[in-house]
């Protein structure tokens, strides 16, 4: 059975930094593309960054420059760092399979950007 688990977020102020980590179970995690994705109130969910199996990655324009997701298959665990964090950042974020497998969603973790 798949579980991912997500941590790290927390209250931070805008500028600062917090790193996300996606701890995966039960499945052959190495041969599968990740997604960090987030869901702001009001709004729907949308995908802030993806890396494939191979270790390629792609950011929406929203992230780029600012986060960088990485992978470590041997800890079955996905990264997403996020650096000069602004409000509009804050959501509560989440990590799934890309594409998306709907019954693997998590808890997610909240991300507040505010002085």
């Known amino acids: 059975q798949v579980q991912f688990v997500e941590s790290g977020g927390g209250l931070v102020q805008p500028g600062g930094s917090l790193r996300l980590s996606c701890a995966a179970s039960?499945?052959?995690?190495?041969?599968?593309?990740m997604g960090w994705y987030r869901q702001a109130p009001g709004k729907q969910r949308e995908l802030v960054a993806r890396i494939t199996s191979g270790g390629s990655t792609n950011y929406a324009d929203s992230g780029k420059g600012r986060f960088t997701i990485s992978r470590d298959n041997a800890k079955k665990t996905v990264y997403l760092q996020m650096n000069s964090l602004k409000p509009e950042d804050t959501a509560v974020y989440y990590c799934n399979r890309d594409p998306i497998v709907p019954e693997y969603w998590g808890q997610g973790t909240q991300v507040t950007v505010s002085s």
């Open positions: 039960g499945s052959i995690f190495r041969l599968y593309a």
